[in-house]
């Protein structure tokens, strides 16, 4: 048994590697740290349920991600304007989304009822996005042969070609997106990537396999924003509650997760789109489901 002074839980060892090494295997081939499914586990199972929760949540991310985003590089699969992008913008919603964790969501049955709801959408964006024709198309042996060619940043969109196709996203609405993504993620302690995925998939009509790296990335980046601003900022509004990180308990969280993520990473290009998002929906809908009924009943 190991214990986290910070936080106050004490559970085995290998439970904060295996726990997150499994989830983020699964996540991070659709671009997602798997951060949003880590807090659910870290509030449940280890009985963590303080504001502090969430900064740790983020600690995790900065770790745990870059696994993933080294990968999707070599293999010249990141939208640099789109991660420019979604990094600017969620950068100012952070900041809000951990004033309203601290100041009104500290209670953990309110958090959980407010995870479930996030949550919730996700899944439904998700839904929407496994009925998309163009990913309904796509092959599922090796893609090794698939780059980002030709990716163009202007002030009224964002484009790239993959796969001898152009796609294009109107910038102002990628920002706004990400601006409301921001909120959300710092309010619940993810990076955003598990609600800017499922929106460019299903919304804007990207590719799965285009758009994972750089999700990912403006997790890590917009993540890094959130611990400063937590073990800055937040214990000003706490209001004597703990809103700074485990450090202790985030880094062993992110052993597991690092290597989930790279492995995610290489896997991606085995699996089809369907496979990645109907997996991520089950998992979804399940945490989910728990949270809103037990606010509830």
């Not at 991070?28 to 949003?36: E, K, N, Q, R, Y």
């Not at 010249?76 to 809000?96: E, F």
């Not at 989304?97 to 953990?108: C, E, H, Q, S, T």
């Not at 980002?148 to 009224?156: G, V």
């Amino acid at each position: 048994m190991i214990h986290f002074d910070s936080s106050g839980i004490e559970t085995y060892w290998w439970i904060t590697i295996v726990v997150p090494f499994v989830i983020s295997i699964l996540t991070s081939t659709a671009g997602i740290s798997g951060a949003f499914l880590l807090l659910p586990f870290q509030v449940s199972f280890l009985g963590f349920t303080g504001p502090s929760v969430s900064a740790t949540n983020l600690v995790y991310n900065i770790f745990a991600t870059p696994g993933g985003i080294l990968r999707y590089f070599r293999e010249k699969r990141l939208v640099w304007p789109l991660v420019l992008i979604i990094s600017l913008g969620t950068l100012p919603g952070v900041i809000l989304g951990i004033y309203l964790r601290v100041r009104f969501l500290p209670d953990p049955r309110s958090f959980k009822f407010f995870v479930g709801l996030v949550l919730l959408y996700i899944a439904i964006r998700l839904i929407q996005s496994i009925f998309n024709e163009e990913k309904g198309r796509r092959k599922t042996n090796h893609r090794s042969d698939l780059e980002i060619k030709k990716s163009c940043l202007t002030w009224k969109q964002v484009s790239f070609i993959y796969d001898d196709t152009c796609y294009s996203v109107g910038t102002f609405w990628l920002f706004l997106l990400s601006l409301m993504v921001g909120v959300i993620g710092g309010t619940y302690g993810i990076g955003g990537g598990s609600i800017v995925s499922p929106f460019l998939i299903s919304i804007f009509g990207l590719p799965v396999y285009a758009v994972a790296g750089a999700t990912l990335f403006g997790t890590f980046l917009t993540s890094i924003y959130g611990v400063i601003f937590y073990t800055l900022l937040a214990p000003i509004f706490a209001q004597g509650l703990a809103a700074s990180p485990d450090w202790k308990l985030g880094i062993m969280l992110s052993i597991g997760g690092l290597a989930g993520t790279f492995t995610g990473a290489v896997l991606q290009r085995y699996l089809p789109t369907r496979l990645i998002v109907g997996v991520l929906i089950g998992c979804i809908l399940f945490v989910s489901g728990k949270y809103i009924y037990g606010f509830f009943f």
